[in-house]
């Protein structure tokens, strides 16, 4: 061994030399970082999951090819526990503090419409992949930072009524929503269809988180000559909906918003989960597409899954997995990681080969959102699975 003294006169300068040459190896390839915001605990926490599974598959991808402008894509997360207060705090540290080029978010409409101002007063592109709401993308902004590539409320209520028009002998349907800006929304939407096929509603009733029992507002419903439900809530007041049908013995058709993928709503609702049939942009079977079939393997890879019940919410895997892919081109569209730049670069995208479908010029200044009625299809809970209607 040699003497310490002829160590640290021979290797310090060989130590700073390779202290230099790590820091500007990692100046060089300084990751860029995309931030989420969602539901990472409570009810929802499995839809959390879903989201943060399809951007880590897909920034696995975009990694893997070189990353983005040379550098790799870097995921941090935050829960918002479906609050808006705490949502939109969480918002601003991942802005401010950690320096996301781009947020995703969220699950509940409420949550992201407390986080579209600030993302379009710091102009820092925010990506929808869960929340339906129609102002979030519609928001009235001159300069709007707002994207989507989900469902649209207004969009999924003509689709339902429509649905339950076709399959279930639709004429005058009870409306039982929950109590927030996002049962508001919906309401506006169900009206409108109803009115454009000149059928009425048989009332409008409204649920909490917090519910037990809706026995009350059924019957009421019921009483008002319901002949079928439009249900929108999420996972918990959906299957308190279902178990007030049990206890009442009444077997009505019901007509729902995607809420009931959000958690464990199969186990929630009992054995009667099935009844309910709601809309979905993607659902994992059999039988994929190829890239359907690439990430189900990505996914039975990393996070050991082993059934298609483990990869239950679907559309939340789908709708991240290629809004991530989007927000890539876009950035490698900008050539920049400035907020304008990359905000502008999703007007750039022609063409991208995706998992829910093949996007042709996505974005524009008019429209920011991806996805549209062409692009629903209607499901129900067999067992913890999430199925396809049979047609």
């Known amino acids: 061994m040699l003497p310490t003294r002829f160590s640290l006169k021979r290797l310090l300068p060989c130590a700073a030399f390779t202290t230099l040459l790590m820091t500007t190896t990692a100046q060089a390839v300084e ?48 829960d918002d526990e479906s609050n808006p207060s ?35 007063q710091l102009k820092v592109p925010f990506m929808g992949i869960w929340a339906a709401g129609t102002k979030i993308t519609e928001n ?43 049962g508001e929304s919906n309401e506006a939407g169900f009206k409108r269809a109803l009115e454009k096929r000149g ?5 409008v009733e409204r649920i909490q988180d917090s519910d037990l029992d809706v026995v009350p507002q059924l019957a009421r419903l019921k009483e008002a000559g319901a002949d079928s439900l439009l249900l929108v809530g999420n996972v918990g007041p ?12 009444w077997n009505v058709p019901v007509v729902s918003h995607w809420g009931p993928a959000g958690g464990r709503f ?6 009667n989960a099935g009844r309910v049939h709601f809309i979905q942009t993607y659902v994992f079977t059999e039988k994929n597409s190829p890239r359907g079939d690439a990430v189900l393997a990505a996914l039975k890879q990393r996070y050991a899954v082993k059934t298609l019940a483990d990869v239950t919410p679907a559309v939340g895997i789908a709708n991240a997995y290629d809004a991530l892919h989007l ?19 999703f007007y750039g995208i022609q063409s991208y080969d995706g998992l829910i479908k093949d996007y042709r010029q996505p974005f524009s200044t008019s429209r920011h959102d991806a996805l549209g009625p062409q692009d629903y299809v209607f499901t129900r809970f ?10």
């Open 199 to 203: 059928l009425s509603n048989a009332g």
């Open 327 to 345: 927000s890539a081109l876009a950035i490698a569209t900008a050539g920049s990681t400035d907020g304008k730049a990359v905000r502008d670069g």
């Open 238 to 249: 959906s299957a308190q909906v279902v178990k007030s049908l049990d206890r009442m013995g």
């Open 31 to 78: 990751p860029i970082k995309v931030g989420l915001v969602a539901a990472l605990s409570g009810q929802s926490a499995k839809s959390g999951e879903a989201l943060t599974r399809g951007l880590s598959i897909a920034i696995d991808e975009v990694n893997a090819a070189g990353g983005v402008l040379g550098r790799p894509l870097e995921l941090v997360r935050r």
């Open 266 to 271: 199969g186990e929630l609702a009992g054995a």
């Open 382 to 391: 067999d067992g913890d699975r999430i199925v396809p209607v049979a047609p």
């Open 140 to 182: 009235g902004a001159a300069d709007n930072y707002v994207f989507r590539v989900s469902a649209v409320d207004e969009l999924v209520d003509e689709a339902l009524v429509d649905y339950g028009v076709r399959t279930q002998g639709m004429k005058k349907p009870g409306l039982i929503l929950i109590n927030n800006p996002w």
């Open 86 to 120: 705490k949502g939109m705090l969480a918002a601003r540290e991942l802005i401010q503090r950690e320096k996301v080029t781009l947020l995703f978010g969220g699950l509940d409409t409420p949550v992201s419409l407390a986080i579209v101002p600030l993302a379009n």
